[in-house]
């Protein structure tokens, strides 16, 4: 049965086909559809599957049960891999029973992340085979094809997709077979306790284990050489699909290496290729991974090859490659003069379309609430990883910083300790909150840091596509759960000042926030409202004739429900949810429900 699929949903039928059975991770674009989609598959509930806290826990869940001889899977964007990457490095010494892949989603460009970090070296550096898949049908065979090496190999494998490959849509033929074993079972043994001497062992095995996975990537069918010619062309995931698109259009045939899996090095297979080439050109995204192995290996070639790529100026180093870039690339290689486009008619330039906050959303009124209570304060505004980031756009501006998850908390900690009187708060969605900001309250908490807090709770992790969390009572396979209680949590570190309140009534949200301001020692305020996407619209509202057209409405908020037409701000009710703040802003009580007056 052929179906037409995204890439994380054939990596998770691959994944499904080859029988695992524990499946985690921790939602982050590009990666979330993988285990959404098993989860949604998972009929007979044979596979566990669940949304762990952050990504360190989740691969940590998924070791333990391939320490138990099980199949399992851990899925996570780059930027996750951070938080993961303490118990992956101990995991290469350690080493595994059953089977394990980690998917890594990585976002060159990028599109919605904070670095343009690239899998592959991470992979290098914690002594791991990588599989970087170049479509979504070889993505989907990959997954297999890595667990056969984890088992056979005792390693977690990491397999590392692009956005590309994540998102773009093939037809993949599904066998509706499962490949599923019984897992043995933990048995007790000294290899599963991390130790000095232990580790020292273990390294030496694993260099030989690199050796014998570069010998074997060597024969792979994930890499390949093809064409003939003394210039020749070495693709690596994406790039190589984008390559052979050129290739067909501009008619021409020349010797490309092909490589599906860049770590270890297939390096008997990329020297076979290089005795025969005079000049290479590197197409990859990211990194110069292939590049720089091609280029140590070239040095024992005779004559030596000239590589050209990042390195040498001929390729980008940064953002995502695309079937232009890379035809332009190819044609002066080969002194292929390119042919013109035939001038399309020009089109008007579009205006910029930033993104904002949805109409309607609670964070808005949980930021405008904290800058009215600032107004006369010398005030930073520290922020976290979420759809609360679009916060520091104007018209809100409070936004100053935003490093990565939960670090909101813990920048403003510093900050105080430099300039101590000035107003330091910290915005925290509650997903983040379970993810890494728990750690920060106890130390804000510990060494008494000065700060007020701000918990945006909607109860759904919003950005990814509103998943469940520890405070939504429910799991990742329906399930339901204990709903964590956030002020509690923060009550149990010791913070002495905690107040939960409702975003959407103004008054009491400014009055709240206010207060906590003025409490000496860590403060936290849990603003308590459900994301607009996912409640039902109240009624829409409108601007009658008492409007003084001070624009107050527009300038303050920025809701993109609002618009001006003939001199005076407007409401479109196809869009606006009934969230009533813009009528609790405007001076002259101008604006109310449709159908109704203003209460």
């Known amino acids: 049965m052929k179906e037409l699929l995204i890439g994380n949903e054939a990596i998770a039928f691959g994944a499904i086909e080859a029988g695992v059975d524990v499946v985690t991770g921790y939602p982050g674009t590009p990666s979330t559809e993988m285990l959404e989609t098993i989860a949604r598959y998972n009929r007979d509930g044979r596979i566990y599957v669940e949304w762990s806290v952050d990504e360190k826990v989740a691969l940590e869940v998924a070791a333990g049960a391939a320490y138990a001889g099980a199949k399992s899977m851990v899925a996570m964007k780059q930027v996750g891999l951070n938080v993961a990457s303490d118990p992956l490095m101990s995991l290469s010494y350690v080493g595994i029973k059953g089977a394990m892949i980690v998917f890594v989603a990585d976002d060159p460009g990028p599109f919605s992340s904070q670095t343009e970090q690239d899998t592959r070296a991470f992979g290098k550096f914690a002594n791991l085979p990588v599989f970087d898949p170049s479509s979504p049908e070889e993505a989907k ?168 790529g990042k390195k040498t100026g001929h390729m980008p180093v940064a953002g995502e490659y695309s079937v232009e870039l890379i035809k332009k690339a190819v044609c002066a290689f080969l002194a292929i003069e390119l042919q013109e486009e035939e001038a399309l008619v020009e089109l008007p330039q579009l205006p910029p379309r930033p993104p904002v906050l949805c109409a309607g959303c609670p964070h808005r009124a949980s930021f405008y609430a904290f800058k009215t209570a600032c107004r006369g304060k010398k005030v930073v505004f520290s922020g976290d990883i979420g759809c609360y980031t679009l916060g520091n756009a104007k018209p809100l501006e409070t936004v100053d910083t935003c490093l990565c998850m939960g670090a909101g908390i813990t920048i403003a900690q510093g900050l105080h300790r430099i300039e101590p009187d000035t107003v330091n708060l910290a915005f925290i969605g ?51 759960a204990p709903i964590i209680d956030i002020g509690e949590i923060v009550k149990a570190c010791g913070v002495g000042y905690v107040k939960k309140a409702d975003p959407l009534k103004l008054k009491e949200a400014v009055a709240v926030a206010k207060e906590a301001m003025e409490h000496k020692g860590p403060s936290v305020v849990i603003f308590e409202s459900p994301c607009a996407q996912n409640i039902k619209s109240g009624t829409p509202l409108y601007i009658d004739e008492r409007c003084i057209a001070c624009k107050k409405c527009i300038r303050d908020l920025g809701c993109p429900a609002m618009y001006m037409e003939d001199g005076k701000p407007c409401i479109d009710s196809s869009q606006c949810n009934g969230c009533n703040l813009c009528s609790q802003v405007c001076p002259v009580n101008a604006i109310v429900p449709v159908g109704g007056e203003q209460g």
């Open 430 to 480: 509650d997903s983040t909150f379970f993810h890494t900001g728990i750690p920060g309250i106890i130390n804000a908490v510990y060494n008494n840091a000065d700060i007020t807090v701000v918990v945006l709770d909607n109860r759904t992790t919003a950005m990814t596509g509103n998943q469940p969390h520890p405070g939504t009572g429910r799991t990742a396979m329906g399930k339901e």
């Open 141 to 308: 065979e990959m997954v297999k094809e890595a667990f056969k090496v984890s088992h056979d190999f005792g390693l977690p494998v990491i397999l590392r997709a692009t956005t590309r490959i994540c998102h773009s849509c093939s037809t993949i033929e599904l066998t509706g077979r499962v490949d599923a074993s019984k897992a043995e079972g933990f048995v007790k043994d000294q290899r599963w306790v991390i130790f000095p001497s232990l580790t020292y062992k273990n390294h030496l095995v694993l260099e030989e284990k690199k050796k014998e996975l570069s010998r074997l990537f060597s024969r792979s069918s994930f890499n390949s050489l093809s064409g003939y010619g003394r210039k020749g062309i070495a693709a690596s995931g994406v790039a190589y699909a984008y390559l052979k698109e050129v290739m067909d259009e501009l008619n021409i045939e020349l010797p490309v290496l092909k490589i599906g899996t860049p770590h270890p090095f297939p390096e008997d297979l990329a020297l076979k290729f290089l005795n025969e080439m005079e000049e290479v050109l590197v197409l990859e995204e990211l990194y110069p991974v292939v590049e720089e192995q091609l280029r140590e290996l070239s040095a024992g070639c005779k004559p030596t090859p000239l590589i050209l």
